[in-house]
């Protein structure tokens, strides 16, 4: 009996043997997630171990052999297979040879399986075969189920319409009409084009690498590529060439080099006065800075004494004790002086009075008229005295002149005041005479690239002076104790 | 008198300007895309001439941009690419906050990437507008390639950079041009001259990092990104005129030697090929498999009278350029494991030297210390144990400094344990009446080609040399003045002896006319007469001039009498230890 078994489960493993059954294909879709069970438990064993797709196998089996006395993968065609010439039943079948598979059609009578990947053909035989089988007799009650209406039913429409058939079956002519002509629909096209791709073996899209990719390629930007003959406005709204930069962006904002080597103080094994100098000069910006904070304390500092004891006393106790007879003397000078104002109720002139008072107006301008004149005459000597005022005004101009554009000259070079902040210049990175090494394997380098870096580009006017960020708490924090560690301490 | 009254800052400046912020909504970004769009882009913040007619009558600090360079980056594409990557990041943080992780593979797959290339094109037309920019590029690449790899900055930034500092320096080498180098307690400065152009570099110190608070790492980043791709470029094409592969490969011949059997012990199978590239001790491969370097010669043209002689003047300073660029050639130098490793080897072979290290200490050593030919050993330690006798052992400020004079300087300064001179910059460059270190004057004496004195008779020759040298300085401080009434005076004496000459006649004799004596003189009388000459106003400026070159002289007179004093003062140290020894 096992060997039997063993046999069929051999002769279902292999790749010929068909099986009646449509769900026995392995891949049923109904794969439910698993259930977790322990399975060290009998009980268990039996109750979650999935035994169906066995059970339907074997029982598939033994169909086959109760039906056909067999499996049917191991049987002759000929056995399965007859030639159906179709001419018993004339009315239905059609005149054409057909393969018709009887054994099936009996078998899908008797126990109505679903319908199978093999035929649609077979289904429209079905009605003539069900008649020559034993039971082609309707049954009684599925006659009395039959509507015997002598008026047909009318009939619906609306089962035999397919919605937007007329578009669709527009589109499948024109899609005909277009496949005859040679011309594919779009996904077709795309498909072909990917197929070709891959079986070229290039990469279908070239995927961007990142700018900071270690393995990126470059290659020659600045060789001269095929000019363009398109209009130039065109591109332009096109956007296929950008626009031109403008010259003045090309300009740089500070004229300082990018690289500032610190000078020959500040060798590794400096020359002894050069790096005095370094010294000094390192001394001088220190001080500057110490005389700017005093400066500043100076300024804050209070002017007054402050209020000790005896002082407060002194003020409290003013004028109660007498300090013999000085008393101080009221200047009296002064009440006498008071300032009287206008009293005017000017009276009217009379009419003698503004004749002369013209005649005298008039004498005035005759008078300076004439001095003018002798004045004009008077500079026709003082000629030279002119002209070397005009020269030393000129010059004066000129000076001034030259010292703008020094002053301007002067402003190129220097950082200028980009945002908030104020470009502050680094401290100078120095070296104290006992702090140099004698050689290079005991050198500790001074300051940091990175920053003197960052500086360069601030005081190049490249990026504005910054700051970090400061740390700002939203909200307070509050500390508490845990209560297990409360107990402790 | 009539007319529309004109309102206040709609016209002039204060349309011409415009604020950091309103510029940034104007292109819709948020401040740190805004901050590095106009980084790669090259466009400054800029500081208007009156604050308060742009701040519209404020006088708030503000960043203010220029209105035309804001219209100009709307039509930047990379604007775009911004916004989409802003886009990106949302629906990635989207993505993981769902735990959708198909999601989040495909979007990391379509993370948009943006391009450089184009800006680089446009901010720098021409490749030499490029390479007159790229001090920067390289000093920036070669700091973050020593960056250790902590988070500070993405990994791959720094291998990015340390790949093409790799390639800059090989090309450095193969190129020939490097001019100085200048160790100073920041780092090295190295100088060097490429297709014409200065180029300056400096190299921070091995481990020399803590990293600084106050440093914004992300703009840094920022002009890391685009340096790097703008270095990339220039590597490219200046690999391209020297007909070198790009990206560089070994030489042939070289890669054979090179294959020690612990090189696996080194670096990984993939790593291995860069390190070798970056221990800088191989030649690289060429296009077309040059016949041993060809030297270019100058083109010869007829000319003729004075161009003649300038070429001749040019041809001889071209040759000895050329004998400048190898004069390490023929040496072949030993690194201990204590010397700064990649700078010497950097230096040594930029000048034609070899070089090899200790198996251990790095890939790509090409011979042992136990080679019998090594001539230098470069050791910065008190004492060696194991000396050889046919070869030098010297302290790493040697090389430097030969390069720096571009000669190769007396060894005995620089023995094992000897005090060093000091090093001078190269970068100084002394006027007429400047004080010049003694140390650089016995330089100078040096190249010019004057022989080295031997050790025994140094102190006292130099003594006599630095007395003789202070005379001369102060005979400097009249001779200026006195030298054009001398020359005068000569010249009169001459003729005036040529006067009372004896009326014999003899036979006539080629006079040995010194050429350039009487050009000297000539020229010295032009002067005179030219001061004669002068007005009253120039003269009192010339007269000016004058005052401050010999008041130059005069303090240098000074510094160096004071050296002086500090040089006895020390020697006299020094005599009474050994005498108490």
């Known amino acids: 009996m096992a060997a039997a078994r063993k046999h069929k489960r051999m002769a279902a493993s292999q790749p010929g043997f068909l099986s009646f059954n449509s769900g026995l294909d392995g891949n049923s879709s109904d794969i439910k997630r698993r259930k977790r069970v322990n399975k060290n438990k009998k009980k268990n064993w039996n109750k979650y171990s999935d035994i169906q797709d066995v059970e339907e196998f074997l029982d598939d089996v033994r169909l086959q052999e109760k039906a056909a006395g067999g499996l049917i993968a191991e049987k002759p065609d000929a056995s399965l297979f007859f030639v159906d010439t179709g001419e018993k039943n004339k009315e239905t079948q059609p005149r054409k040879i057909k393969k018709v598979l009887s054994l099936y059609s009996l078998l899908c009578h008797c126990f109505f399986f679903p319908a199978q990947s093999i035929t649609v053909l077979f289904f429209s035989l079905l009605e003539t075969t069900v008649k020559k089988g034993k039971r082609s007799k309707p049954l009684r009650i599925d006659l009395i189920l039959q509507p015997d209406s002598r008026i047909p039913a009318p009939k619906n429409v609306l089962a035999f319409q397919q919605p937007n058939a007329k578009k669709q079956r527009r589109m499948a002519e024109k899609a005909a009409r277009l496949a005859a002509m040679g011309v594919l629909p779009r996904r077709e096209k795309l498909l072909q084009l990917r197929r070709a791709a891959a079986a070229s073996g290039l990469p279908v899209k070239e995927t961007p690498v990142a700018n900071n990719n270690p393995a990126r390629a470059f290659y020659d930007l600045w060789s001269a590529g095929t000019p363009e003959t398109a209009d130039p406005y065109y591109l332009e709204q096109t956007k296929k060439k950008l626009v031109k930069r403008p010259d003045r962006l090309n300009e740089k904002p500070s004229v300082l080099p990018a690289i500032e080597v610190v000078g020959p103080g500040g060798s590794y094994n400096p020359d002894f006065f050069s790096h005095q100098d370094l010294l000094r000069e390192a001394h001088e910006v220190e001080v500057k800075k110490l005389k700017a904070e005093e400066r500043l304390a100076r300024q804050l500092a209070v002017k007054e004494d402050i209020a000790t004891e005896e002082s407060s006393f002194k003020e409290q106790v003013e004028g109660l004790i007498e300090e013999g007879d000085v008393e101080p003397e009221e200047p009296e000078g002064g009440s006498e002086d008071t300032v009287i104002g206008p009293t005017a109720t000017q009276e009217k002139k009379t009419e003698k009075q503004r004749r002369k008072e013209k005649a005298q107006r008039i004498k005035e301008l005759r008078r300076k008229a004439e001095r003018q004149m002798i ?42 005041r980009l945002g908030r902040l104020k470009f502050q210049a ?15 394997r005991g050198l500790k380098p001074e300051g940091s690239i990175l920053k003197d870096r960052f500086m360069s580009l601030q005081k190049r006017n490249l990026i504005e002076p910054r700051e970090r960020a400061k740390f700002k708490r939203k909200y307070k924090v509050k500390y508490t104790e845990k209560r297990a560690f409360r107990e402790i301490v | 008198m009539g007319g529309l ?44 001439k009156h604050k308060k007619k742009v701040n519209k009558g404020s006088t708030a600090p503000r960043t203010f941009y220029l209105l035309k360079d804001i219209r100009f980056l709307l039509h930047e594409p990379i604007v775009g690419k911004f916004r989409e990557y802003k886009i990106f990041v949302r629906k990635l943080r989207k993505a993981y906050g769902k735990a959708e992780w198909g999601g989040v593979e495909r979007l990391k797959e379509n993370k948009p990437v943006y391009k450089l290339d184009h800006i680089i094109k446009e901010r720098y037309p021409t490749f030499i507008d490029a390479l007159r920019d790229v001090d920067d590029s390289l000093s920036m690449c070669f700091l973050f390639s020593t960056f250790a790899r902590t988070g500070k900055c993405h990994v791959q930034t720094i291998q990015l950079c340390r790949r093409l500092s790799v390639e800059w320096m090989n090309y450095i080498i193969s190129s020939r041009s490097l001019r100085k180098v200048f160790l100073s307690i920041k780092g090295i400065y190295y100088q060097a001259e490429v297709l014409g152009q200065t180029i300056t570099w400096i190299i921070p110190y091995q481990f020399a990092h803590d990293h600084p608070t106050d440093v914004d790492y992300r703009v840094m980043a920022t002009f890391t990104e685009f340096y790097t791709t703008l270095l990339g470029f220039v590597n490219f094409r200046l690999y391209q005129t020297l007909n070198l592969v790009y990206p560089p490969k070994l030489d042939g011949q070289g890669e054979i030697s090179l294959k020690p059997e612990f090189e696996e012990d080194y670096a990984l199978e993939s790593e291995s090929y860069t390190e070798k590239l970056s221990a800088l001790s191989a030649s690289l491969a060429r296009m077309v498999p040059s016949a041993e370097e060809e030297e270019t010669e100058l083109d010869h043209f007829p000319i003729e009278g004075e161009d003649l002689e300038k070429m001749e003047v040019r041809e001889k300073m071209e040759q000895e350029q050329i004998k400048q660029k190898k004069f390490f050639e023929g040496l072949k130098f030993f690194l201990n494991r204590e010397v700064p490793r990649e700078s010497l080897a950097f230096v040594i072979r930029c000048f034609g030297g070899e070089v090899s290290w200790d198996k251990s200490l790095c890939i790509g050593s090409t011979y042992d210390a136990t080679d019998e030919t090594i001539t230098h050993h470069i050791v910065d330690r008190p004492s060696i144990d194991k000396q050889y006798i046919n070869r030098y052992y010297i302290q790493p400020q040697w090389v430097y400094d030969s390069v720096n004079a571009k000669i190769l300087l007396p060894v005995e300064e620089y023995f094992l344990g000897v005090t060093l001179p000091p090093h001078l910059s190269p970068f100084v460059e002394e006027t007429e009446g400047d004080y010049v270190p003694p140390e650089k004057l016995k330089l100078m004496a040096l190249q010019r080609g004057e022989k080295p004195q031997t050790e025994e008779d140094e102190e006292e020759e130099e003594e006599e040399e630095e007395e003789e040298d202070d005379e001369e300085d102060d005979q400097s401080e009249e001779e200026d003045e006195a030298e054009d009434e001398a020359n ?45 000459m002068m007005k009253k106003r120039e003269k009192y400026l ?19 009498a004071k050296r002086k004093a500090h040089d006895d003062a020390s020697k006299e140290d020094k005599k009474k230890k050994k005498k108490k020894c």
């Open chain 2, 488 to 532: 005068l005076a000569e010249m009169e004496e001459k003729r005036s002896r040529g006067k009372s000459l004896s009326v014999k006649v003899t036979p006539g004799k080629a006079k040995a006319e010194n050429r350039k004596r009487a050009a000297e003189e000539e020229k010295a009388e032009e002067k005179r007469l030219a001061i004669m």
């Open chain 1, 426 to 440: 680094p401290d100078l990175d120095v070296q104290l005479s006992h702090e140099l090494a004698g050689s290079l």
């Open chain 2, 5 to 48: 009254q004109k309102k206040k800052y709609e016209s002039g400046s204060a349309t011409n300007y415009i604020t950091r912020n309103k510029a940034r909504k104007k292109l819709s970004l948020s401040l740190a895309d805004f901050r590095r769009l106009c980084i790669l882009k090259g466009i400054y913040p800029h500081e208007p």
């Open chain 1, 375 to 416: 004045d004009k005459q008077q500079q026709l000597f003082q000629l030279r005295s002119i002209r070397a005022n005009l020269k030393t005004q000129e010059q004066r101009t000129k000076q001034r002149q030259a010292q703008r554009k020094a002053n301007q000259e002067a402003q190129k070079s220097m950082p200028r």
């Open chain 2, 542 to 560: 010339y007269d000016k001039i004058m005052f401050g070159k010999k008041r130059n002289v005069r303090e240098a007179n000074k510094l160096a």
